[in-house]
């Protein structure tokens, strides 16, 4: 049977296109999830996609985190679901504190738009399980909210149990603490990207196709749970 | 206190029964006598809310009263076609692109908000336009946007450029609209009348086609969107239609609109739920004028009446009375005519998306606008009255005096580089001026990925969008303008950006289909701007039937002064093109080492109004480039066979700053040096503007087939050399080395150009 990856649509989600095509084209079958859902329909991981989720009024994924979706999300997260956080996603995730930390507004205060490379730190989560460690990956950063902090405790602590899953490997874009680019929870199910794999999932339309690792191990992860 | 006003309203009772009074037509931008036709057409005198509504729609900015007349060229010099779906007069164009499939596009100027507020002036300026395309019942797949400031260096620059970056970015990035190219200038003349052109484009399946059109008695009027505030009152009257200057400045600040993407998305969202749905009868936006432009339009393009109650308005400001109701600019609204039986599903499709949808009143047979506020009536007008029997003015048009002095001031005498130090400094002066430099101090601000069709964006020549995933059909899209030569020419400075966008697109691998512009002017009270004007607008009416592509719509912006000094003449000429299969593109960059470079073309010396003479010499005079449309058309035609045929590596049209840029910009967007011989006199040659040339990255195995099929097309075709190596490499006709720039050193060079001045 085909996997069936959740992708969820808040009023103001705008990636939750690509997020699906990029499930599609790593061989599962987007299903679409609206912030409204009470349920999650049995799907077997979600994508919480970027965007501006309710205009980010108040502050990034603030709002979004009270979604009646994200009531169905937070259990079936903590209960092992893979849930993968893209941006806004990430900012939802850190909000519904699913992830530890807190994404800021970026170092030079604008907007980042930008074609980047991350390095993989983690190779066993169940969204890197496809990668090598220490392999590069050209991706697309966008966002002016992107810097994360947390505290030196917690950082320390990440570090220490292999909890960063990418960093920025050509330059800080945005003043990260410890350049890091994206982080997941202890059991390893729950993940945060400030980058944007789902558009780098064909040479066509992305600086490559690196981004597709993401989703296919998702549903590798899936498959062998 | 709030107060409704009741006790004040003026209405069309009192006006016909009440003795004529005093009414601040003037204040309002009517005329005497365009307030004496208003009289004569009502039989009464109007009441303020009939004067708010004639003062708004018979402004330059909605009526177009000094342009009309001239811009009737565009549809009787069309060139016969049978892919205009919708033309000039909707909200935007529609052009079929075949497989089932049309697209949608215009651009519109945003130039005094953005100069008065930047940041909110620019952003409204994406949020209008998108709306535009979303009432002709598409959806909004990409937006440009073409901007233009004082010199670089200026402190006011640095108020409005960051501001109108940040604005388009903000608007934009929220919209989840990718942002696929533009125009970014620099010259004094636009020093205190920034150009902020935005260009969207919108896909719709042709039979989904919506007109903003009231028809059926008896169906519904529903405004929906954001709630009306008083944003923007008289801005189309005010602000769009007045130059700056003098003591008025002060009282315009108001009057810039306030932008809420996060709404607009919904919006966007919403509309596309409605048209699926089939629940939308017409449907107008609401821009400039409000209430009073999407009534009064929607009556008249349906040729019925309506009756409004303008009470039943959602406000956000309890104290607004009926006129400021009608004026308000508040942004993010639609209006829909919807019949009666669907009026429940079409609120409950609001409600999901959270958009607040309001019955303000319904369509009537009576051939009559009448709106009434609180049971009153306060407007009883002939709809067409407003929307299409404005004023026409017959501004008178003469050539300007200094117009022979400066042609004849050409750039002969100017000193050109002489020695390979020479050279080297002035290609280094172009490749790391504002002007010539990289953009993505700019375009890194703007989210170029979202929705995953950009096939091509900046810094490449156009910008190109997939369509269809599984036949690659896309569109290519490109503005440009040059103020320079229009100031030297506007008949041929206006062919020459209708040629480049032409270029542009034909070199990403599309072939030109239509045409839309946004011509930015001075005062049409100045008989030299309305002959720049005219000749403009003939120039282009004349290229584009010669280039065989419609206008298909457009956007006049005039009173781009400050005092008495006009901007240069400014026509930004938007080109569409169609792609049959995106996968096929070729890029600007030269990417790999081991290709030919040919360029495309012939090369005069030409270098009156060239960004050589601006920035080397401070010099403008002499005349343009020449134009020539039939080898444009021609090099179009080779550049889009050679590219299906899977010839070229890379394509580069030549425009500001010739070859000279256009080499360095290849080389810098592919990563790859090359080395290459110029067959003539140097400086001339690398500056040179000539029109109707690009250069190409020829692959090695493909160099016999590409030659072959110059020579049969009779396409000028001169090999330059190589790409490969780490620097760009210029040689004399001699042999002798001219110019040998690391790539290093010219990254450094071209990406600081920017940074170095906004930080």
Known sequence: MTTRIGV??????????????????AGGQPVELWHGDTSLHGVDGVILPGGFSYGDYLRCGA???????????????????????????FQILCEAHLLPGALTRNAGRRFVAR??????????SAWTGSYRISQQLRVVLKSGEGAYMADPQTLAGLEASGQILVRYADGNPNGSANDIAGVVSEAGNVAGLMPHPEHAVDELTGPSADGLGFFVSALKAVAQA | MTSTGMARTDTVAAAAAGPDRDQPYAALGLTAGEYARIVEILGRRPTDAELAIYSVMWSEHCSYKSSRQHLRQFGEKAPATDVLLAGIGQNAGVVDIGQGYAVTFKIESHNHPSYVEPFQGAATGVGGIVRDILAMGARPVAVMDALRFGPADAPDTHRVLPGVVSGISFYGNCLGLPNIGGELAFDPCYAGNPLVNALCVGVLRPEDLKLAAATGPGNQVILFGSRTGPDGIGGASVLASASFGGAGEGAKRPSVQVGDPFMEKLLVECCLELYEAGLVVGIQDLGAAGVACATTELAAGGGTGMRVRLDAVPLRDASLGPAEILMSESQERMMAIVTPENVAAFLAICAKWDVLATVIGEVTGTGRLEMTWHGEQVVDIPPGSAADDGPVCDRPARRPDGQDALLAAGPDALLRPQTSAELQADLLLLVGSPDGGDKSWVTEQYDRYVRG???????????????DEVTGLGVALATDGNGRYCQLDPYAGTQLALAEAYRNVAATGA????????LNFGSPEDPAVMWQFTEAVRGLADGCQQLGIPVTGGNVSFYNQTGVAPIQPTPVIGVLGVHQDVRRRVRSGFAEPGLRIVLLGETRAELGGSLWAWLRHGHLGGRPPAVDLEAERLLAAVLVSA?????LSAAHDLSDGGLAVALAEACLAGGTGCSVTLPADPA?????ESAGRAIVAVRAQAAADFAAACESAGQAATVLGETGGTELAISGPDGASLVAVPLTELTRVHRQALPALFG
């Open chain 2, 511 to 518: 072939r030109p289909l239509a045409v839309t512009n946004c």
């Open chain 1, 8 to 25: 969820v649509t808040f009023p103001g989600s705008l990636d939750d296109r690509d997020a699906c095509r990029a499930v599609e084209l």
């Open chain 1, 63 to 89: 709002i979004a985190r009270f979604a009646p979706v994200m009531a169905a999300l937070i259990p079936a997260a903590t209960k092992g679901l893979p849930v993968l956080g893209i941006c806004n996603g």
């Open chain 2, 453 to 467: 069709d950009t096939a091509l964006a900046m810094p490449h020549d156009a910008g190109l969008i997939r369509i």
């Open chain 2, 643 to 647: 590219i299906a045929r899977g010839l």
């Open chain 2, 684 to 688: 001339a040659f690398l500056f040179s």
């Open chain 1, 115 to 124: 074609d980047i490379t991350i390095r993989v730190e983690n190779d066993t």
